[in-house]
Nanobody, 116 residues
């Protein structure tokens, strides 16, 4: 079955960096666009970034543009989110997502906390 497993979250100081990973299995990873979303406490889940199946095109939420970079390694069936210049508003649970066939598939999430 489809599995998406995020890792790489943690506690980081303002201005710091983290790289999240999402390891995919159970489907032909290289055929699907992938997404990162996040959900802060008390807020709705929001779009962060997306990357096409080949990795040739990316899009970002305005709030992270210029600071975050989404990438993928199709040989490893993994999508990444490099996060730089983090601030307190980036504190959230980050989720990996993909529409596989007709199913909206999510990972379990990884917590990112930005605090001094």
């Amino acid at each position: 079955q489809v599995q998406l497993v995020e890792s790489g979250g943690g506690l980081v100081q303002p201005g710091g960096s983290l790289r999240l990973s999402c390891a995919a299995s159970g489907f032909t990873f290289s055929s699907y666009s992938m997404y990162w979303y996040r959900q802060a406490p008390g807020k709705v889940r929001e779009f962060v970034a997306t990357i096409t199946s080949s990795g040739g095109s990316t899009k970002y939420a305005d709030s992270v543009k210029g600071r975050f970079t989404i990438s993928r390694d199709n040989a490893k069936s993994t999508v990444y989110l490099q996060m730089n210049r983090l601030n307190s508003e980036d504190t959230a649970v980050y989720y990996c997502n993909g529409w596989v066939g007709a199913r909206d598939c999510w990972g379990q999430g990884t917590q990112v906390t930005v605090s001094s």
